[in-house]
């Protein structure tokens, strides 16, 4: 396995950093009085697109394969570095049009749309005029496993009807969000459980869509916005159905591989923020007499902390670098397995920066809170730890039915026919 990056990706990770140092970082304090009026409208944010757009540091997301093709032309492999760049700031990524959920939106429709739906729709998503929501997951179901979703998707003539409630539908309340992915059953008596489910373009402005609360989350309200929207009687054209009636799942499946790269390499990049500024807490900080740096217990976490993000770091390179050589399928395993360390790892990580803060890291006056709260969330997103952690086992149980099962050899067991011989010594 070649985990190096090609020089594309290296010029462009210095030229994101400073662009990250320059223009985004300063912005950081401006950015969180905004948004804690509540707005998800940031006063400043279409003047750093605009200016990321000109510096050609604009959807580096998408592969961009053919020269008439959008993109930049990395690989999952070298686009993981800028992702984590990126992601170091949770609003950063919007930035330079690589934010989720409109990456995994624009990859679908440009996998999957016809061509009227990409200029209709891919285009303005492209060029930073709009944003999307995908709307999967529902209330009253459990939805890590999609084939339980209840939205009904009917024909009806030249229409599709949508009924269904849906929840955590992130970006919904921005303003700019303007088209929403659907995703809903138009087969449910197929005896194929995984071919009953169908994905459909629903504009926002569709009679009958209501968004009916934005959700906090952990009693904390995000600036993107993660909403309950109700579809009820929603008739758009059939013409809006994505890919084929049936193809649901399977597109889900080809959004989510590449998708939680970019998900684990943002959080590697804030659980690296948390780590620099524990250990420059640590240098600056003293109790009883010493710098923190020079107690064992923090330094304890500096050793760990550093040991679990390249642990991480390295199975979601492994991750990437599967995908761009075999493609997702081949990558299952893996993919699953970043979705549950890296979380874990990030939520240790900044719970440890937190404790090196004392009281201030329960403040705004650090990002740790905010930062924290993700990592928590991203346990349950993109599917609980508890359903990765099954296929896993799942695949590894496979594996090992298939393969030799001559494990045996390596067994050290006492002879019993020797044993039988053994009789206890006599007393005198």
Not at 296 to 316: F, P, T, W, Y
Not at 324 to 351: C, F, L, N
Request: proline content about 6%.
């Amino acid at each position: 396995m070649d985990f190096e990056y090609s020089p594309k990706s290296l010029e462009l990770q210095t030229r994101l950093k400073a662009f990250m140092d320059d223009h985004v970082i300063p912005r950081h304090a401006q950015f969180v009085a905004e948004a804690a009026n509540g707005t998800h409208v940031i006063s400043f944010m279409n003047d750093l697109k605009a200016l990321a757009r000109e510096e050609g540091l604009w959807n580096m997301f998408l592969p961009g394969l053919h020269d008439d093709e959008p993109g930049t032309g990395l690989s999952n492999l070298d686009y993981a570095p800028l992702a984590e760049i990126m992601g170091r700031l949770p609003w950063a990524p919007q930035v330079f049009n690589c934010s989720a959920p409109d990456t995994g939106n624009m990859e679908i429709l440009h996998m999957f749309g016809t061509p009227e739906q990409k200029e209709q729709w891919l285009k303005p998503l492209l060029n930073g005029e709009i944003r999307s929501c995908f709307s999967m997951t529902e209330p009253d179901v459990a939805s890590s496993d999609a084939t339980n979703i209840e939205t009904v998707i009917r024909r009806d003539g030249d229409d599709y009807v949508i009924n269904g409630r849906k929840w955590f539908s992130t970006g919904a309340a921005s303003p700019d969000c303007k088209i929403a992915i659907v995703m809903g059953k138009t087969d449910p008596d197929n005896p194929n459980r995984h071919e009953q489910q169908s994905m459909i373009l629903v504009p926002l402005d569709s009679p009958g869509v209501t968004i009916t609360r934005d959700i906090p989350v952990m009693n904390h309200h995000s600036y993107e916005s993660h909403c309950e929207i109700a579809y009820r009687n929603v008739r758009v054209p059939a013409s809006n159905l994505l890919g084929g009636a049936g193809q649901g799942f399977a597109i889900a499946q080809a959004r989510l591989g590449p998708g939680r790269i970019h998900h684990c390499m943002r959080s590697i990049g804030q659980a690296e923020l948390a780590y620099e500024m524990m250990v420059e807490r640590s240098l600056e900080r003293k109790t009883f007499g010493k710098y923190l740096h020079e107690h064992g217990m923090l330094q304890d976490k500096i050793a760990r902390s550093r040991i679990e993000i390249e642990q991480a770091r390295l199975l979601v390179l492994k991750a990437a670098w599967l995908i761009d050589r075999y493609g997702t399928k081949a990558a299952r395993a893996e993919v699953a397995m970043i979705k549950v360390v890296v979380p874990q790892m990030q939520s240790d990580v900044i719970d440890r920066a937190i404790q090196t803060f004392g009281g201030m890291g329960v403040t705004p006056d650090t990002p740790l809170p905010d930062l924290w709260t993700m990592a928590r969330s991203l346990r349950i997103a993109d599917g609980p730890d508890e359903v990765h952690l099954q296929s896993i086992a799942r695949m590894e149980v496979k594996k090992a039915k298939a393969g030799p099962r001559d494990s045996h050899r390596f067994f050290t067991l006492p002879d019993r026919a020797a044993e039988a011989d053994i009789r206890p010594v006599a007393a005198e």
